[in-house]
């Protein structure tokens, strides 16, 4: 038998570790309040009141879950843009529900009006000319996203926000599971919540330790509201940085705030056919997608009568291998994709399978979403079709039990 447990039913819902996470964060609270100390003893000097973290301005500081009208929500886009980027941002956004604005550059033309209600309210970003260090700035563009979290602060909308989330105009978010993820951290605390880059040469040449603006990062409002004061003082620091998101990482490292990774928040710095990233995805609920507009997760499975392994994207795609893999192979993703930029490898930060062109017991057989439906009470349906043949013969170590013969079309049923 196999020494993998079989699975009856999939469970969408993924459980966190508290108890890991929680020892986790209580070392890096610890290690970032050290280098706070630090901070403040050898470089500035600042009075230490300043650094104290405060309570979100509203009266609720209870203890209620996190929810939706928590998250206040700062997309960055241009006016140039958006008639391309408008359809991304409707893909998710719920019209009166979901709380935030769309911070474009200059006034949208007449072309675009009236600005649709299904959109996010659109402000225009202050003219940044006035500013002192306005001379100096190698990339004003990019000081404009990020003081767009400082404009957002400054419009005083900030009841009951516990959450600051930034995100471009061609970011993908997945609110529920954003909703759920932010919950588990205490929002009155300073956090900076994101992930970096597939891209080893991305995270080279900007940095490793920054949430990549386009996966869109998240930030506590505690976090913000020391930030708002300080905003200006870090762009007169930092004129020369030509990307907004080592601006925003810097200017939170200064206030002793590292980034703290979430594995479902996804740049997507890769190019080509990302179907075999697609098919793997980390034990984490999906937040977020960049670059693209399909949505994805994976699950495990093994198949009841026959050794065949099953590694479900439910939102995605389906892939059926002849034979038994483990969980930690399925996991690695295959490299159908290529790379962001034509470097040397290494490449990616993470490791990969690559495509089986040879092996009919190691290539699977695809299959893309068709439909997603409810079933009885909590069951969710999903169908998926072939791609196409695979053009392998069966894979014999299993008795020549060909997936392709039997199998057109495949459905999974999952469980809440
Ligand atoms: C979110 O929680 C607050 C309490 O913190 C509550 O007043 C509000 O109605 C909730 N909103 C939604 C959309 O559930
Ligand atoms: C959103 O709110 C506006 C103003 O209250 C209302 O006219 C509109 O119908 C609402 N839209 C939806 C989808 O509920
Ligand atoms: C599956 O594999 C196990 C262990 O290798 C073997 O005993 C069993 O006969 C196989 N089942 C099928 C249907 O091939
Ligand atoms: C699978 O089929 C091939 C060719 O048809 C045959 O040689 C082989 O013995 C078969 N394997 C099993 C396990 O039945
Ligand atoms: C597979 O799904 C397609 C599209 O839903 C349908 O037209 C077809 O009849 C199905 N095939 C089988 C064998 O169930």
Same mark, same amino acid.
């Given at each position: 038998m196999s020494s993998w447990p079989t699975f009856n039913s999939i469970s969408l819902k993924q459980k966190f570790h508290h108890l890991s996470l929680e020892t986790l964060y209580k070392s890096l609270t610890i290690f970032a309040l050290s280098i706070c100390l630090f901070y403040i003893l050898i470089l500035y000097n600042e009075p230490?009141?300043?650094?104290e973290h405060k309570s979100p301005s509203?009266?609720?500081?209870?203890?209620?879950p996190t929810n939706i009208s928590h998250i206040m929500f700062v997309l960055v886009g241009s006016t140039r843009t958006w008639k391309f980027r408008r359809p991304y941002i409707e893909s998710w956004w719920r019209e009166n529900i979901t709380r935030g604005n769309i911070w474009l550059d200059f006034a949208p033309p007449?072309?675009?009006?009236?600005?649709?209600?299904?959109?996010p309210r659109f402000r225009v970003n202050e003219d940044?000319? /006035?500013? /002192?260090?306005y001379p100096k700035l190698v990339s004003p563009n990019d000081v404009r996203i990020y003081r767009s979290i400082l404009e957002t602060f400054k419009l005083?909308?900030? /009841?009951?926000?516990?959450w600051y989330v930034m995100g471009d105009d061609d970011t993908v978010f997945f609110v529920d599971n954003l909703v759920e993820v932010l919950g588990?951290?205490?929002?009155?605390k300073y956090y900076y919540i994101g992930t970096n880059s597939e891209s080893i040469k991305s995270n080279f040449d900007f940095s490793f330790e920054m949430g990549f603006g386009g996966g869109g990062y998240a930030l506590s409002y505690g976090l913000v509201e020391a930030l708002a004061t300080r905003i200006d003082d870090c762009i007169e620091r930092y004129p020369?940085?030509?990307v907004s998101d080592i601006l925003s990482a810097s200017c939170s490292a200064d206030l002793g705030v590292d980034l703290t990774i979430e594995?479902?928040?996804?740049?997507?710095d890769l190019r080509g056919d990302i179907s075999g990233l697609l098919s793997s995805h980390p034990g984490s609920p999906l937040l977020t997608l960049h670059h693209f507009d399909t949505v994805n997760s994976y699950l495990p499975l093994q198949g009841p009568q026959t050794n065949w392994s099953f590694s479900i994207s439910w939102g995605y795609s389906a892939h059926i291998y002849e034979s038994l893999f483990p969980r930690s192979f399925l996991k690695?993703?295959?490299?159908?994709f290529r790379p962001w930029?034509?470097?040397?490898?290494?490449?990616?930060?993470f490791n990969t399978r690559w495509p089986?062109?040879?092996?009919p017991c190691g290539a699977p057989h695809q299959f893309f979403l068709e439909t997603v439906s409810s079933g009885d009470g909590e069951e969710v349906v999903t169908s998926y079709t072939r791609?196409?043949?695979?053009n392998f013969p069966p894979?014999?170590?299993?008795?020549?039990?060909?997936a392709g013969c039997h199998l057109q079309n495949s459905s999974v049923f999952a469980f809440n």
């Open positions: 230490f009141n300043q650094f509203s009266s609720d500081v209870t203890d209620s007449q072309e675009f009006l009236p600005w649709p209600s299904t959109s940044m000319t /006035k500013l /002192k260090v005083r909308d900030n /009841k009951d926000v516990r588990k951290y205490d929002h009155t020369y940085f030509r594995k479902g928040i996804h740049q997507i690695k993703p295959l490299e159908t930029k034509d470097v040397r490898p290494p490449l990616y930060m089986p062109y040879v092996d791609s196409s043949a695979r894979c014999s170590v299993n008795g020549n039990h060909s």
